[in-house]
C-alpha cells in the first residue's frame, strides 16, 4: 500500500508518539531496577558486616573494562581478609595475569606476523616508526624490550596451536587470518606442550621461555620426540619450580639428552664472555660483562668469601674467622661496596705478583668440579663447577682437577656420602665437601641458596645425642637453618609413604602451619647426584 505524503507524515507522528511512549516505559522500568538493585547491596552490606570478609571480587578491580576507574585494592581492605583469602586473591591474580599474558602473546606474535621482515617498509612495525615488531609491542604495552621479545618468541607458540585454529572458528574483527603458513606451526613442533599450557594458563609466558632457551633445537642425535617428550615433563614440573629453576632443569635436560653436545656449548658460552670498562661522565666508571661458567665459579668462589657473613653466610664458622665474621657485619660500607673493594683489592695484590715470589705457586680460589667416575673414567658425559648449573665438559673438569687436585666423594646404592669424618660437634671441612656434593645447596623446599652459604644441620640434635655424620646432616642456608631450630620445623629421613622426590630427607612443618604435619620434599639441587642415580639401576 502506497501513503501519500501527509498520510505518510501522520504515520510517522505516530511511530514517533509510540517510540517515545515506550522509551518512558522503559525508562521507568530501569529506575526501578536500580532502586531493588541498590535495596539488595544495602542489604547484602549489612550480612556481609556480621561476617568474616570474603576474597575481594576480581570485577571489582576493574581488571578487563578499560571504561572503569582503575585502582589496587585498598589497603584496608586487604587487612581485613583472612591469610587464606589473602593466598587466595593471590593465586587468582596470577591465573589472571597468565590468561592475560597469553592472549597478550597470541597478538604479539599477529603484529610480528604483519611486521615480516620481508615485508620491509610496508610492514606494521616499520610504518608506525618501531625498527622491530619486539620495539612496536614494548611500545604498545609499556613493557621492556625483554618483555616484549618474550612476548613475540612465546606467541608464536600459542598461535601455533590455538583452540581457535584447531576449531576452525574466527577471531573477532574482520576476518580470520591465514594461519596455515605461520612459521610456529611447523618451526618449532617439540613445543607444542609449551604451546598449549601458556594457551590453557598452567604456565607463564616466562616459564615457557626458559623451557624454549634450555632445550634448543634437535641434532642429529637428539630427535623432535626427545625433545617433545622433554618438554611436556618440563611443563609438568613447571608448576613447582620457580621460573629461575625451571630454567636450570631446561638446561639439565638439554645435557642429559645430548651429552655430547656440552663441549660445544660451553664453547659457546666462554665465546660469550667479556668485561668492558666504560668511563661515565661523572667520572666514575661503569663495569660490565659475563662471566661463562669456569670463570665465574672462581669469581663467586672469591666474592662468597668476601661478602659471605654479610648476605646470609654461615654462623657457624671457624673460631679464627669469627672475629672477621663480626667485623664485616658491622662495616658501614653497603655489601655491594665491600664486593666492589674486595674485587679491587683482589686485582691490586695480582697487579704486584712477581714470578720470582711464592705467590705464583699458590692455590688459586677452591673451585670444587662434581663429576661421576664413570664420566671421568670415559671421558665423556658432563661435569658441574659448585654453585654454576651449566654443565661443563670432562675435559674442563680434568684440567680442573690437574690444576686444584680432587678429593674423592665415594656414594652408596641409596645416593648418600659415605662418612668421611669423626664424630663431634661440628662437621669437618672433609664431611662439608661431603655434604655440598650430596646436597647442592640449601635441601629446604624452594631455596636456591648455593653450599658456600649453608651450614651443616643434625636432623638428629647433637644435645639429644646426634652423631656429626654426613648421613645425619643436611645443608641449610642460615635463614633456614634458624626457621628450623626457631619455629618448630623438623627433617628426618625418608621413608615408606613420603612423598616422591624426596632424596633422602622430608621437612615436618610445625603444626601451626599445617595441623597434620604432612612431610615436604627435600629434593637435593645437585645435578651429579641426579645424574648418578639415574646411571645406577634400581635394585
Known amino acids: 500500500m502506497t501513503l501519500t505524503a501527509p498520510a505518510a507524515l501522520v504515520a510517522n507522528e505516530r511511530a514517533v508518539a509510540v517510540e517515545r511512549a515506550v522509551a518512558v516505559e522503559h525508562a521507568m522500568s530501569v529506575e526501578h531496577a536500580m532502586r531493588v538493585e541498590h535495596a539488595m547491596r544495602v542489604e547484602t552490606g549489612d550480612r556481609d558486616r556480621d561476617r568474616d570478609p570474603d576474597p575481594l571480587d576480581l570485577s571489582e578491580l576493574a581488571l578487563a573494562d578499560l571504561g572503569r576507574d582503575f585502582a589496587p585494592p585498598a589497603s584496608h581492605r586487604l587487612a581485613a581478609l583472612s591469610d587464606d583469602a589473602a593466598i587466595e586473591l593471590q593465586r587468582r591474580l596470577g591465573e589472571v595475569r597468565r590468561r592475560v599474558d597469553a592472549a597478550s602473546a597470541a597478538v604479539a606474535s599477529e603484529l610480528a606476523r604483519r611486521s615480516a621482515r620481508d615485508l620491509g617498509y610496508e610492514g606494521l612495525a616499520q610504518r608506525l616508526g618501531a625498527r622491530t615488531p619486539e620495539a612496536l609491542v614494548a611500545r604498545v604495552t609499556g613493557t621492556s624490550a625483554r618483555d616484549a621479545a618474550v612476548l613475540v618468541r612465546v606467541g608464536a607458540l600459542v598461535t601455533a596451536g590455538s583452540p581457535l585454529e584447531e576449531t576452525g572458528q574466527e577471531w573477532p574483527g574482520d576476518g580470520a587470518a591465514d594461519v596455515t603458513d605461520h612459521p610456529a606451526t611447523d618451526g618449532e613442533p617439540w613445543l607444542a606442550p609449551v604451546g598449549a599450557a601458556v594457551a590453557e594458563a598452567r604456565i607463564s609466558v616466562d616459564a615457557a621461555s626458559v623451557i624454549r632457551t634450555g632445550l634448543g633445537t634437535p641434532t642429529a642425535s637428539v630427535t623432535v620426540a626427545a625433545l617433545a617428550d622433554a618438554?611436556?615433563?618440563?611443563?609438568?614440573?613447571?608448576?613447582?619450580?620457580?621460573?629461575?629453576?625451571?630454567?636450570?632443569?631446561?638446561?639439565?635436560?638439554?645435557?642429559?639428552?645430548?651429552?655430547?653436545?656440552?663441549?660445544?656449548?660451553?664453547?659457546?658460552?666462554?665465546?660469550?664472555?667479556?668485561?668492558?670498562?666504560?668511563?661515565?661522565?661523572?667520572?666514575m666508571t661503569r663495569l660490565n660483562g659475563?662471566?661463562?661458567?669456569?670463570?665465574?665459579?672462581?669469581?663467586a668462589s672469591a666474592f662468597d668469601g668476601i661478602t659471605s657473613p654479610r648476605r646470609g653466610g654461615p654462623r657457624f664458622v671457624d673460631s679464627r674467622e669469627v672475629d672477621r665474621a663480626q667485623r664485616l657485619a658491622r662495616d658501614p660500607r653497603s655489601t655491594e661496596q665491600i664486593a666492589l673493594d674486595?674485587?679491587?683489592?683482589?686485582?691490586?695484590?695480582?697487579?704486584?705478583?712477581?714470578?720470582?715470589?711464592?705467590?705464583v705457586g699458590t692455590r688459586t680460589p677452591a673451585v670444587r668440579v662434581l663429576v661421576t667416575a664413570a664420566d671421568l673414567d670415559r671421558g665423556h658425559g658432563a661435569a658441574y663447577l659448585e654453585g654454576q648449573t651449566a654443565p661443563v665438559s670432562i675435559a674442563t673438569a680434568e684440567r680442573r682437577i690437574c690444576a686444584d687436585g680432587f678429593v674423592p666423594v665415594l656414594f652408596d646404592d641409596?645416593?648418600?656420602?659415605?662418612?668421611?669424618?669423626?664424630?663431634?660437634?661440628?662437621?669437618?671441612?672433609?664431611?662439608?665437601?661431603?655434604?655440598?656434593?650430596?646436597?647442592?645447596?640449601?635441601?629446604?623446599?624452594g631455596c636456591e641458596r648455593p653450599p658456600a652459604w649453608c651450614e651443616a644441620h643434625h636432623i638428629d640434635p647433637w644435645s639429644s645425642g646426634g652423631r656429626t655424620d654426613v648421613a645425619a646432616g643436611v645443608l641449610l642456608c642460615r635463614h633456614h637453618h634458624l626457621l628450623v631450630h626457631d619455629n618448630?620445623?623438623?627433617?628426618?629421613?625418608?621413608?615408606?609413604?613420603?612423598?616422591?622426590?624426596?632424596?633422602?630427607?622430608?621437612?615436618?612443618?610445625?603444626?601451626?602451619?599445617?595441623?597434620?604435619?604432612?612431610?615436604?620434599?627435600?629434593?637435593?639441587?645437585?645435578?651429579?647426584?641426579?645424574r648418578l642415580a639415574r646411571a645406577t639401576p634400581a635394585a
Do not use: K
Not at 669423626?422 to 655434604?435: G, M
Not at 623438623?490 to 597434620?516: M, Y
Open 488 to 530: 618448630g620445623w623438623r627433617i628426618r629421613r625418608s621413608r615408606d609413604g613420603d612423598p616422591p622426590g624426596t632424596d633422602g630427607f622430608v621437612a615436618i612443618p610445625p603444626r601451626a602451619l599445617d595441623p597434620e604435619r604432612r612431610p615436604l620434599a627435600m629434593p637435593t639441587r645437585s645435578a651429579t647426584v641426579r
Open 414 to 445: 641409596r645416593g648418600q656420602p659415605l662418612d668421611v669424618g669423626r664424630a663431634q660437634r661440628l662437621f669437618t671441612t672433609r664431611q662439608r665437601i661431603a655434604l655440598a656434593a650430596r646436597d647442592g645447596g640449601c635441601r629446604f623446599p
Open 342 to 359: 674486595g674485587f679491587v683489592e683482589l686485582v691490586r695484590l695480582g697487579g704486584q705478583v712477581d714470578a720470582a715470589t711464592p705467590v
Open 231 to 283: 618438554a611436556a615433563g618440563l611443563v609438568a614440573e613447571a608448576s613447582r619450580l620457580s621460573v629461575e629453576r625451571l630454567a636450570v632443569r631446561a638446561r639439565e635436560r638439554r645435557a642429559e639428552l645430548d651429552a655430547s653436545a656440552v663441549p660445544r656449548r660451553e664453547r659457546e658460552l666462554r665465546a660469550a664472555r667479556y668485561l668492558r670498562l666504560s668511563p661515565q661522565p661523572d667520572g
Open 290 to 299: 659475563l662471566l661463562d661458567p669456569e670463570s665465574a665459579a672462581i669469581v
